[in-house]
């Protein structure tokens, strides 16, 4: 793990979690490896099209370091990588799905997140009511 996380008090155990699953592409990942275990990187890449390869190498390896990827490599030309999950890394199905599931919804209910609008706006663009006495 990065930062400051061994040192985070045991009250912060979301901050862990958030360490360790934060990133763009991490959870959509593991959400690969959930659904089709074992898979080569070309075989990921293409199950995730939008990611570059460059972050999905650098997202592998975060995920390996911190012990939910286990990593492959076969000598032989031309050379062959596979990732799985480990145990730690297929305990975090539960949690994927209630997420995806969210996601789903939201999606539903809300629409798709407006990365542009203010502060002052919710979701897709709907005014938040100002606070009371405002």
């Not at 360790?20 to 490896?33: D, N, P, Y």
């Not at 990921?44 to 490599?73: F, H, I, N, W, Y």
């Not at 799905?97 to 979701?123: A, I, M, V």
Request: glycine fraction near 8%.
């Amino acid at each position: 793990m990065r930062g400051d996380v061994p040192n985070t008090p045991q009250h912060c155990a979301i901050e862990v979690a958030m360490e360790v699953l934060g990133g763009r592409w991490k959870l959509a990942i593991l959400k690969q490896l959930l659904a089709h275990g074992t898979m080569r990187f070309s075989t990921l890449k293409r199950a995730l099209p939008r990611v570059t390869q460059r972050m999905l190498t650098r997202q592998l390896r975060e995920l390996e370091a911190d012990g939910l990827v286990v990593r492959t490599v076969y000598r032989e030309v031309p050379p062959k990588v596979e990732y799985a999950l480990t145990e730690a890394g297929r305990s975090l199905e539960d949690v994927a799905t209630r997420l995806d599931n969210w996601g789903q919804w939201y999606l539903d209910t809300l629409g798709s997140p407006d990365r542009t609008r203010s502060d002052d706006e919710g979701p897709a663009g709907i005014s938040r009511p100002a606070p009371e006495g405002a």
